[in-house]
């Protein structure tokens, strides 16, 4: 529960912080710079997730390519 409630929360702060520096840096009005945040925000946590990994995931994905690998036999 509360690891989810930082990511939220995280998500959260990008949200803001994409809204005053974009609405801000090129003199949207507001309507603007919160299309601008609401499109950039899933851009940016879907290249975080992507370049950054999980270990988690990456080590069980690593263990079923294993067992599948075993499964099919030389």
Known sequence: ??????SYSLVLCLFV???VIIGG????NP????AAALSATPLILHTV????GNPAQDSSCKKLQ????????P
């Open 49 to 52: 997730n992507r370049w950054g």
């Open 66 to 73: 294993d067992i599948n690998a075993r499964e099919m036999g």
């Open 25 to 28: 840096g090129l003199h949207l």
């Open 31 to 34: 309507i603007g710079a919160f």
């Open 1 to 6: 529960m509360r690891n989810k409630l930082k």
């Open 17 to 19: 912080f994409l809204f």
